[in-house]
């Protein structure tokens, strides 16, 4: 069972990107990762693995759209604690001023 050459680009190509997209994604997840232990933007490169990891696969795209509900919960919880920070030292300050 011969198969013709252009069947055979086409599958050699579609799985080279395929492996290619796989050691990459996960290259930058695990880095992501190592970045939550060591410093590093891991915010960031975390979900930017999960968007390499989407482009082939669908499991990915879940764990990037969870990824991304995290990242506003926690952006949102920062802004609102910042603003709790901010009112504690501007009523220390007045407070400072009173005695």
Do not use: C
Request: no cysteine; net charge positive.
């Amino acid at each position: 069972m011969s198969h013709k050459p252009s069947e055979v680009i086409r599958f050699i190509g579609r799985n080279a990107k395929r492996v290619a997209v796989t050691i990459v994604g996960g290259v930058v997840v695990l880095a992501g990762v190592a970045m939550l232990v060591f410093p590093g933007p891991a915010v960031v490169v975390i979900p930017l693995g999960f968007a390499i990891l989407a482009t082939e696969y669908a499991w990915a795209a879940v764990a990037l759209k969870k990824s991304k509900k995290f990242a506003a919960t926690a952006g949102k919880k920062t802004k609102s604690g910042a603003t709790l920070l901010k009112r504690k030292v501007k009523g220390s300050k007045d407070q400072k001023r009173v005695q």
